[in-house]
Nanobody
């Protein structure tokens, strides 16, 4: 079973930036569409952004469009999430996941699909006003 490890979280002020990194071991990221997800206290986990294996397709939740950028480096087996213009509403635990062979899975209800994903342990992002 492969493992995903997130890093790069932290505490920033409103308007700040962070770059999350997800590093894989025991699985080849190139074989998977990948995604970033977040869960704030008391809220359900939501899909933030997904990317297909070749980086030719990306998706973003409306609330982060124009501020966040997902990318990947298959040669380094690594996934990234560049987050700019952060607001307190972005405060959450952020997770990366290998979602499967197709980015289309990201469009399906997360409650149904999450059990099939390979998840990291998460990295905390806290944005203060």
């Amino acid at each position: 079973q492969g493992q995903l490890v997130e890093s790069g979280g932290g505490s920033v002020q409103t308007g700040g930036s962070l770059r999350l990194v997800c590093t894989a071991s025991g699985l080849t990221l190139e074989d998977y569409a990948m995604g970033w997800f977040r869960q704030a206290p008391g809220k359900e986990r939501e899909t933030v952004s997904c990317i297909n294996w070749s980086s030719s397709q990306t998706t973003y939740v409306d609330s982060v469009k124009g501020r966040f950028t997902i990318s990947r480096d298959n040669a380094k087996n690594t996934l990234y999430l560049e987050m700019n213009k952060l607001t307190p509403d972005d405060t959450a635990m952020y997770y990366c996941a290998a979602v499967g062979s197709t980015i289309k899975r990201c469009g399906r209800p997360l409650k149904e699909e999450a059990q099939y994903y390979t998840w990291g342990q998460g990295t905390q992002v806290t944005v203060s006003s």
